[in-house]
């Protein structure tokens, strides 16, 4: 599975983002699709993550005010984030688990976002 993402950049505080990233090659089977981030000197965290069936859950800091949305007939997933703060600064990166016999795990190339107070 190749993930391509795009949307970051920069914005202010505040604002918003909207992240996007589609899903090619091996497709069968994708379980669920999320998205993480890693600040400077910080772990990896979830961000948001939807499963097949459509639940989803949210990483604590972003709760209220980001939404996870995916299209499985494109095989694309989307993160809109609103009221945007500097502790939002990081590299978020699309993440893509499939499930046939065994999960597999794959990773997109990060985009940075970063936020301006």
């Known amino acids: 599975v190749q993930l391509q993402a795009s949307g970051g950049g920069l914005v202010q505080a505040g604002g918003s983002l909207r992240l996007s990233c589609a899903a090619s090659?091996?497709?069968?089977?994708?379980?669920?699709m999320g998205w993480y981030r890693q600040a400077p000197g910080k772990q990896r965290e979830l961000v948001a993550r939807v499963r097949i069936g459509g639940s989803t859950d949210y990483g604590d800091s972003v709760k209220g005010r980001t939404t996870i949305s995916r299209d499985n007939a494109k095989n694309t997933v989307d993160l809109q984030m609103n009221s945007l703060k500097p502790d939002d600064t990081a590299v978020y990166y699309c993440?893509?688990?499939?499930?046939?016999?065994?999960?597999?795990?794959?990773w997109g190339q990060g985009t940075q976002v970063t936020v301006s107070s």
């Open positions: 090659g091996s497709v069968f089977g994708i379980d669920v």
């Open positions: 993440n893509v688990q499939t499930l046939i016999e065994s999960r597999r795990v794959y």
